[in-house]
């Protein structure tokens, strides 16, 4: 069964930094794409970054240059590291498992909120 | 950037009654669109890709359709259950994924 748990959000001042994390179980995170997602409150989805088998990543424009999306094969578990954190990335950022570029598999979530 | 565009922005529907929810590419996206469904406080989950094929568990009153730039994903007979936000998604511009803004189905 494929699970995706998402851990490392929280409270952090603006221009601060933190990272994120997703533990996946049921496939290899290396062998497939894995992408973030996320979704300010009481807003809709918004696609943040995608990192390939073969390792090229691929960000938004909003987030580009601040965040980097990565991996580590051997706990099977994804990352992405957001610095210059500013108000507007106050959201849920989900973990997704696409195949195909449709996200068959979500995290539950991790709530990022950037405030002073 | 490919945008979408869902209407309307909330659907009151009687349970029982059918629900026709909209998506609108800017531009074309063949058939590479899904609809996700989310309730309050979780992960949205998938219902459609390649705009009518419904996912694993998915009941058959999920129904899609549509190509190029417009899309309707109906729900024949609404349950209890199906009172949440829609969300339409484009994978034509693979990787760079867009979603519509939304539409909130609720309890008329």
């Known amino acids: 069964e494929v699970q995706l748990v998402e851990s490392g959000g929280g409270l952090v001042q603006p221009g601060g930094s933190l990272r994120l994390s997703c533990a996946a179980s049921g496939f290899t995170v290396s062998s497939n794409y894995m992408s973030w997602v996320r979704q300010a409150p009481g807003k809709g989805l918004e696609w943040v970054s995608v990192?390939?088998?073969?390792?090229?990543?691929y960000y938004a424009d909003s987030v580009k240059g601040r965040f980097t999306i990565s991996r580590d094969n051997s706990k099977n578990t994804l990352y992405l590291q957001m610095n210059s954190l500013r108000a507007e990335d106050t959201a849920v950022y989900y973990c997704g498992y696409p195949i195909r570029g449709v996200i068959v598999y979500w995290g539950q979530g991790t709530l990022v909120t950037v405030s002073s | 950037e490919i945008v979408m565009t869902q209407s309307p922005a909330t659907l009151s529907v009687s349970p029982g009654e059918r629900a026709t929810l909209s998506c609108r590419a800017s531009q074309s996206v063949s058939s590479n669109l899904a609809w996700y469904q989310q309730k309050p406080g979780q992960a949205p989950r998938l219902l459609i890709y390649g705009a009518s094929t419904r996912a694993t568990g998915i009941p058959a009153r999920f129904s899609g359709s549509g190509s190029g730039t417009e899309f309707t994903l109906t729900i024949s007979s609404l349950q209890s259950e199906d009172f949440a936000v829609y969300y339409c998604?484009?994978?034509?511009?693979?990787?760079?994924?867009?979603f519509g803004g939304g539409t909130k189905v609720e309890i008329k």
């Open positions: 990192i390939y088998s073969g390792g090229s990543t």
């Open positions: 998604q484009q994978y034509n511009n693979w990787p760079r994924l867009t």
